[in-house]
């Protein structure tokens, strides 16, 4: 399950201008005046110190663990053996190398995360040096996992399924889990506000949603089921195109996190049909989530959403073979091919493919591809293939139910 939040810090620039062009010169030649503005605004603080302000503010919010600090290009600081508390640490190493970019620099992404009340979640702050001048400086995203919600050590998979199945008959448990986050993100909030006096922070309520995950996703959940805890990516796994949805989720980028495949895949058959004995009927955990007032969505593993989980009994054919799926063998991945050829019809044939991995994965026409950048390696006519008039342009033969329109309406202007 996500649980994720987005914000934006909004802070003074300069002016960008651009240098005149020949007509421009003939136009001031003949009298009149130059406009080279170009709607453009740049920061002049040096990366070295936002990269300060940024740390500092949220420490302010108790925040005093660093994942990695990457600009443009260059790895600054990640920490791979896990270090806690090394915050400061991701600041030295920026002082070590600030002079690099003296110049300037386009892009600065800072990772931090903290644990709180049974939640982990991390925290991406990331800096656009040069930007539209009403649009904000940077951009916060945080995406939180509750921990009692997946396999824990030693646990088996099914104890694990019978676990969370019963757990979530607590129908106060994933509002409460959403509370937690937003009081989260308010102390974010403030801290930055605090760090940037001269800016103006903002931060969205969380969202929560539950993922129907990719054939590709659920094989590497199988192959490393042993696997309890998320894993550090060696390089982050961007999304495809730079294009950041409102349940954009930064633990995807930055750690592989087959568990959590798992523990979507098992809410989900939850949510469709639980078993006997867990304490709530088919369909009825949306509902119950959306008394408590929280509104949890279903979504894709490419972020475009499906429904409201209090929707999901009119979703069969978007949410169809879930159960199936679920009901394989992942203790000991004991698979059923033909159950995984109907839960993606388009995906490579199941007992065809090789191990999956950190860089495995299924494209839209079936094949596997392992290049390191490529999680959805799709085809100019797949899932991912976006025309001039619509944010997320599927044709027909994708393997999520998508029209040659596109399913969910898209118009010219549209752009989540």
Not at 158 to 179: C, F, H, M, Q
Not at 250 to 256: F, I
Request: proline share 4%.
């Amino acid at each position: 399950m996500r649980l994720v939040a987005q914000g934006r810090i909004y802070l003074p620039g300069e002016q960008v201008f651009r240098e005149p062009r020949f007509w421009d010169k003939v136009k001031h030649f003949l009298g009149g005046e130059m406009d080279l503005a170009t709607g453009e605004q740049q920061l002049t603080r040096t990366g070295l110190a936002l990269t300060e302000q940024v740390q500092g503010g949220l420490l302010r919010a108790g925040v005093d663990n660093a994942v990695s600090l990457v600009v443009d290009t260059d790895v600054v600081f990640q920490d791979n053996d896990g270090v806690a508390g090394d915050a400061e640490m991701l600041v030295a190493a920026m002082r070590t190398a600030h002079d690099r970019f003296d110049a300037g620099f386009a892009t600065l992404r800072a990772v931090f995360e903290h644990a709180t009340g049974g939640l982990h979640a991390l925290i991406e702050v990331t800096v656009k040096m040069q930007h539209p001048a009403d649009a904000p400086a940077a951009t916060i995203a945080i995406g939180a996992r509750a921990d009692e919600l997946r396999p824990q050590e030693g646990e088996t998979m099914e104890a694990a399924r019978e676990r969370i199945g019963k757990r979530l008959a607590d129908a106060s448990l994933v509002p409460t889990y959403k509370n937690l986050l937003a009081d989260f993100c308010s102390q974010v909030q403030q801290g930055l506000a605090t760090s940037f006096p001269r800016g103006r922070v903002e931060m969205d309520q969380p969202e929560l949603a539950v993922v129907r995950p990719s054939a590709a996703e659920i094989q590497d959940a199988a192959q490393d089921r042993d696997q309890r805890r998320a894993s550090l990516r060696s390089s982050p796994a961007y999304p495809r195109g730079g294009y950041y949805g409102p349940y954009y989720d930064p633990w995807g980028t930055y750690y592989r996190d087959p568990m959590d495949t798992f523990v979507n895949l098992m809410i989900l058959d939850a949510m469709i049909s639980p078993r006997h004995g867990w304490g709530y009927g088919a369909g009825t955990l949306g509902s119950s989530w959306g008394h408590y007032g929280t509104n949890v969505h279903v979504i894709h593993s490419s972020g475009t959403p499906i429904c409201d989980a209090s929707q999901i009994d009119s979703y069969g054919s978007q949410l169809g073979g879930v159960g199936e799926v679920a009901d394989l063998d992942f203790d000991t991945a004991t698979w059923d091919d033909s159950v995984m050829s109907a839960y993606e019809p388009q995906s490579t044939s199941w007992s065809s493919v090789g191990s999956g991995g950190d860089n495995s994965s299924f494209d839209c026409v079936g094949y596997s591809d392992t290049s390191s950048s490529s999680s959805w390696d799709c085809s100019s006519d797949c899932s991912f293939d976006c025309s001039s008039d619509c944010s997320w342009d599927c044709s027909s033969d994708c393997s999520w139910d998508c029209s040659s329109d596109c399913s969910w309406d898209c118009s010219s202007s549209s752009d989540w």
